[in-house]
Structure formats: structure tokens, C-alpha cells
């Protein structure tokens, strides 16, 4: 399978357009439309002869959208169909400041998170650079936006698959993506949520990008966490909130921690207190979530009392809190869960 043209950086495209002898204002012309949406063949500032012989060396069409569900509340879930037929999904949610895609960055996910759909089926492969790009890109073309007029205005990597077990595509994706002749996202409208792999946020920390750091922290405690998260067998949560703190001094960037509210799981009062006290001398924003109902999980939400006595807890310890609203809930919402109804329809869901 050819490799994709979207997954060059502008510096690498130049390289390529260097050895096919091609002046160098080439290259901005080409990366500025393919963060259009553009395909090459669709290019008509470039000679017919360039395209070829690019086609020969690169795809530049890594995946298609192959369906869509809208919610009530605007969210809107995609599922697309990659090069060799895996599928991925994606989730574009609208606030009042625009529009944020939710991106995966792997084919499944081998984490094993108990209340999560993404890793029912396993991992299968890491995504490349090039088809976590194009998943902006098509969703930003798809609602009618550009680069001068970009629609799709913040990006999480937090869909299927741990972006940290797929390091070096997703620091090449934020690289891509953040490049001025392309769509030139600021590192700030960037977030990237993990479940925690220690020696990557330092590894990330290191790089000097000002991205936003989700830890999905999920539990108050090393025991609790530990059933819920296999990744808690290798790093406890006292390391993790030293790589979080190593992070938000490197970059001056304050940590969001996110935690899902899981009904008799990790919803206690003193749990609360627990989280709390954890971190109360960090830089940090607390996002709570209901827990959003997955087929084949045995785990249930929590009432809105629950869930607004854990945030008042919280908030009493001086913590920056948010309550996240549960979005999509009528379309598959949560990560992995259309993308698994459609493996086990053998793709044939209506």
C-alpha cells in the first residue's frame, strides 16, 4: 500500500518535489490544497505530468466517510472506511466557539479500559500521520469550511486508540496540521487525551509543544483504578501526577484530568475527597462525565445528584471543575461504538 501524501510534513514534500526537479513554489501550492480537501487529479495549478508522477509514489485519498448519524443536541458521529477496509470512527461536536473533532489515531485499541468500546476487539494497527490528517481535512471540507475559513476549529485526539501508544505518527500529525501553509492550528486548540503512559508525557513534555494534556485519570485510588485501567499495572497514579506536573512546567500549560462518573464504582463521597486532596496543589481543570451506557459493559451513569455532589466536593478543595454534557447519546456517542456495531453488522447497519 503506497504511503499517503498527507502524511509528509511541508518540509518533506519539498524534498520529494527537490528530486522530481520541481521549483520550489510547488510545494506550497500542493500542501495548501490538500488541506483544502483537494486530490491531486482535482489540482488545476499543477501540471498533469507532476500529478502522475506523484500518484505513482503516494495515495492521496486515505479514507472515505461512509456514514453519518446526527444527534439531537447537533453532535454528529462519522465512520470511515479506510484504504484497507478497516474502519475508524469519528465524533464532531459544536459548541458556541465552533466546531471540535474528536480524531482517532488507531484501528481499536489495546489498552483494555473496562467501561470502554474501542478495545472490545483488540488493536489492530496504529493510523498513520496521513489518515489522522485526513480526517480533519475531510470533516473541515465536508461542512463547507477552508483553510482561510476553517470550520473545524479545535481538534482532541481522544477517539479510538491511545494516541500515546502511537507516538511518533501523532507528534508527525500535530506537526502537519499546525504548519502555516497548510491549516495552521495553534498548538493551544490542540488536546490530546491518554490513559496514562508515563514515560510518553515526558517523552511529549520534552518536544516543547504547547498542546493541551487530558490524563483520563478515572479513579481516586491505585485499587479502584486498577480494575477499571490495565495500564494502572505499570504506572501508579502518584507517578502519573509527576509526569503531569513535569508537563504543565515544561509548557506553562494547565492539566485537564478527565474522569468518568461510574455508578457505586468510583462516585463515593469518598472518592471525592480522595480525588480531591490528590489534586489540590496541581494546575489542573477537573472534567467529569457521566458515564455514557456501552452494550456488552456491565457499568451504569449516575444520577445528576451524584454527579453534582462529586463536583461540589471537589469544588469546596478549590478545584477548577467542569460537568461535561453528555453529547450523542441517541447515535453511538461514546468512543468505539459505532465502529463495533458496524464490525458486527459485517458492515451491513442501516
Known amino acids: 500500500m503506497r504511503d499517503s501524501i ?10 520529494v518535489l527537490k528530486g522530481l526537479n520541481e521549483k520550489p513554489y510547488r510545494a506550497k501550492q500542493i500542501f495548501y490544497e490538500l488541506h483544502l480537501g483537494k486530490k491531486l487529479n482535482e489540482m488545476t495549478n499543477i501540471p498533469q505530468t507532476l500529478k502522475a508522477q506523484l500518484l505513482q509514489l503516494y495515495t492521496d485519498d486515505d479514507l472515505t466517510i461512509i456514514k453519518e448519524q446526527k444527534s439531537k443536541d447537533g453532535t454528529r458521529k462519522f ?12 465524533v464532531l461536536m459544536k459548541y458556541k466557539f465552533g466546531y471540535t473533532i474528536c480524531v482517532s489515531t488507531q484501528v481499536g485499541c489495546r489498552m483494555n479500559c473496562a467501561f470502554c468500546a474501542s478495545c472490545m476487539d483488540g488493536l489492530v494497527r496504529n493510523l498513520s500521520a496521513g489518515e489522522i490528517v485526513s480526517q480533519v481535512v475531510k470533516v473541515n471540507k465536508y461542512l463547507g469550511g477552508d483553510i482561510k475559513n476553517r470550520l473545524v476549529t479545535n481538534i ?9 501508544d502511537n507516538f511518533d505518527n501523532v507528534v508527525k500529525f500535530i ?5 502555516k501553509d497548510g491549516l495552521n492550528y495553534s498548538d493551544r486548540n490542540i ?12 517523552k511529549l513534555a520534552d518536544l516543547g509543544r504547547q498542546i493541551n494534556l487530558c490524563l483520563s485519570l478515572h479513579a481516586p485510588s491505585d485499587n ?3 480494575t477499571l485501567m490495565p495500564v494502572s499495572n505499570s504506572y501508579s497514579i502518584d507517578q502519573l501526577l509527576d509526569a503531569c506536573k513535569y508537563y504543565s512546567l515544561k509548557t506553562n500549560r494547565r492539566i485537564l484530568f478527565e474522569y468518568i462518573l461510574i455508578d457505586g464504582i468510583n462516585s463515593s463521597r469518598e472518592c471525592a475527597l480522595q480525588l480531591a486532596k490528590k489534586l489540590s496543589k ?25 454527579v453534582d455532589n462529586f463536583a461540589r466536593i471537589l469544588k469546596d478543595y478549590k478545584l477548577q471543575v467542569t460537568t461535561r454534557r453528555s453529547l450523542g447519546k441517541d447515535i453511538d456517542g461514546a468512543c468505539g461504538q459505532l465502529r463495533r456495531k458496524f464490525i458486527k453488522t459485517n458492515g451491513e447497519e442501516n
Open 282 to 306: 496541581i494546575n489542573c481543570l477537573v472534567n467529569l462525565i457521566n458515564y455514557n451506557t456501552v452494550e456488552g459493559k456491565p457499568f451504569k451513569p449516575c444520577s445528576s445528584v451524584v
Open 191 to 202: 488536546s490530546l487525551s491518554t490513559c496514562g503512559l508515563k514515560d510518553k508525557i515526558y
Open 175 to 179: 506537526e502537519i496540521i499546525t504548519n
Open 156 to 164: 482532541v485526539l481522544m477517539g479510538s486508540g491511545e494516541p500515546l
Open 6 to 15: 498527507l502524511g509528509l510534513s511541508f518540509e518533506e514534500l519539498c524534498e
Open 79 to 90: 465512520l470511515y472506511k479506510l484504504n484497507d477496509n478497516n474502519v475508524v470512527e469519528g
Open 224 to 226: 479502584i483504578r486498577k
